[in-house]
């Protein structure tokens, strides 16, 4: 969409029906927050922002509230500066628009824990060496019933039929009708949907762009997603795990990185075309995941949903076309390698805030690029079927063990800065002590409606 001016946007608004817009960020909780103003103060507030408390870079899934060293307390206020680039109208949401926004101090400095500057950051610096990538987030949810028959906060399928299965395509068949049609006013471009295996999960893809547009994208989907759930009556679950012990909802992300033009994973003389640098960045990937687990599954019921034999690849190694390596190498058809070759990061669920995964694997790749790093040996088969002692690490099993990983890890801890980082980590101890005790029923119930 071309670039309009905020006067421009506002007429265009008003004309066509918007009475006001939504300026949404994803806190550290990976919660969408929001402020709304009508549409005849876009203008406003984007010249001066919107006030917010920095307060909500501690706030928890409950919305219960936590503090840490930078940041915390009732005291100072942000401004939330709209992206007019990304505005969309809602078609979902008759008389919505929406639009992402940075989060400035009042002096106009970027606010250090803002999320989406950070990713904005790291493309930045990754721009300085040449490099730009490409990703897109895959959306897994849960479509349930609501009122009486889902018995308050119960997760009850939307849709009956086997996994994969036409039947719920038919059975579904105006929802995706109207998701679909209402993502393509949205101009989203969507690659494909599909029936996913847990009763009442679906799946989306979209097509790959920049990191951050690839966030702000999620943020969107995920919204027009909940708005035409709604409209039918029915609700979306994007939770890691929605029924403890069935497959969960994953986020995958798939990357590639480009270097004057070129697909750095394809091409190349190593192993399945990937360059030198490819693979350098590949293998700062696969030793980052423990660390980044914190980031990409990083609630208390990811650790649910991250265990073998469920796709959710829980173990720390790479395999092309390998479902239960975290890192799956994608090299595309016989003929797409130069525009398809991409790597799948599988451990990354629906409860993550996009902006911290995107800028987190953007500063690792790029730390990594020019470390001339060598894979391991690639697994070939589902990890959990070799001889214990053959298997490849696990993930962190628990989100204590996540954050351990993340507070010893310099990439990251340098990449995000000590205030993001440490009201990051703040929330994942507090959420921890939040579920502390509590059975995996109670954790999906208290989580399932949240994300
Ligand atoms: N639902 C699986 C997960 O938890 C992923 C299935 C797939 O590979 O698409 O990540
Ligand atoms: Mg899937």
């Known amino acids: 969409m071309a670039a309009r001016s905020p006067q421009e946007w506002t007429a265009e608004l008003a004309a066509t029906g918007v009475n006001a817009v939504a300026l949404t960020w994803v806190d550290n909780a990976g919660i969408t927050r929001v402020k709304t103003v009508p549409t005849a103060r876009l203008e406003h507030a984007a010249r001066w922002g919107v006030g917010m408390s920095p307060v909500f870079d501690v706030f928890c899934v409950d919305d219960s509230i936590t503090t840490s060293t930078h940041i915390g307390g009732p005291v100072g206020d942000l401004r939330l500066f709209p992206d007019l680039d990304a505005l969309r109208v809602l078609a979902a949401l008759p008389g919505w628009a929406w639009t992402p926004v940075n989060r400035l101090r009042q002096d106009r400095r970027t606010h250090p824990a803002c999320q989406r500057s950070f990713a904005q950051r790291m493309v930045q610096l990754a721009e300085v060496d040449g490099l730009s990538f490409r990703m897109a987030f895959e959306i897994e949810w849960f479509v349930g019933l609501t009122g009486p028959e889902a018995d308050g906060g119960d997760a009850v399928p939307a849709c009956q039929g086997p996994a994969y299965g036409m039947t719920?395509?038919?059975?579904?068949?105006?929802?995706?009708?109207?998701?679909?049609?209402?993502?393509?006013?949205?101009?989203?471009?969507?690659?494909?949907?599909?029936?996913?295996?847990?009763?009442?999960?679906?799946?989306?893809?979209?097509?790959?762009?920049?990191?951050?547009?690839?966030?702000?994208?999620?943020?969107?989907?995920?919204?027009?997603?909940?708005?035409?759930?709604?409209?039918?009556?029915?609700?979306?679950?994007?939770?890691?795990?929605?029924?403890?012990?069935?497959?969960?909802?994953?986020?995958?992300?798939?990357?590639?990185?480009?270097?004057?033009?070129?697909?750095?994973?394809?091409?190349?003389?190593?192993?399945?075309?990937?360059?030198?640098?490819?693979?350098?960045?590949?293998?700062g990937l696969l030793a980052a995941l423990p660390a980044l687990?914190?980031?990409?599954?990083?609630?208390?019921?990811?650790?649910?949903?991250?265990?073998?034999?469920?796709?959710?690849?829980?173990?720390?190694?790479?395999?092309?076309?390998?479902?239960?390596?975290?890192?799956?190498?994608?090299?595309?058809?016989?003929?797409?390698?130069?525009?398809?070759?991409?790597?799948?990061?599988?451990?990354?669920?629906?409860?993550?805030?996009?902006?911290?995964?995107?800028?987190?694997?953007?500063?690792?790749?790029t730390a990594a690029a020019d470390r001339g790093l060598k894979l391991p040996p690639e697994v070939t088969v589902d990890p959990a079927t070799l001889p214990p002692d053959e298997q490849p690490p696990r993930l962190p099993r628990s989100l204590t063990d996540a954050v351990r990983e993340l507070d010893r890890d310099d990439v990251l801890g340098t990449a995000l800065g000590e205030p993001l980082l440490a009201a990051l980590l703040a929330v994942r101890r507090a959420e921890v002590e939040l579920f502390k005790g509590q059975t995996p029923e109670q954790v999906a119930a208290a989580s399932r409606w949240k994300y």
């Open 168 to 283: 719920r395509v038919v059975e579904l068949g105006a929802y995706v009708r109207d998701l679909l049609a209402a993502l393509a006013e949205q101009g989203v471009p969507v690659d494909q949907f599909h029936p996913e295996y847990a009763a009442g999960q679906l799946e989306l893809s979209t097509a790959a762009t920049d990191p951050v547009s690839a966030a702000d994208r999620l943020v969107l989907v995920r919204e027009t997603i909940r708005a035409v759930s709604q409209a039918h009556g029915l609700r979306a679950s994007f939770a890691p795990v929605v029924v403890p012990g069935a497959v969960g909802n994953g986020g995958h992300v798939h990357l590639s990185a480009w270097l004057s033009g070129h697909n750095l994973l394809a091409g190349g003389p190593g192993r399945y075309g990937l360059t030198g640098r490819g693979e350098s960045m590949l293998a």
């Open 293 to 365: 687990c914190a980031i990409s599954a990083p609630s208390v019921p990811s650790y649910l949903r991250l265990v073998p034999q469920r796709w959710a690849a829980p173990y720390q190694c790479w395999g092309r076309e390998n479902r239960e390596a975290a890192l799956r190498l994608v090299t595309g058809t016989e003929g797409s390698q130069a525009t398809a070759a991409n790597a799948e990061v599988k451990c990354v669920d629906g409860s993550a805030n996009p902006y911290l995964v995107a800028g987190a694997l953007v500063a690792i790749a």
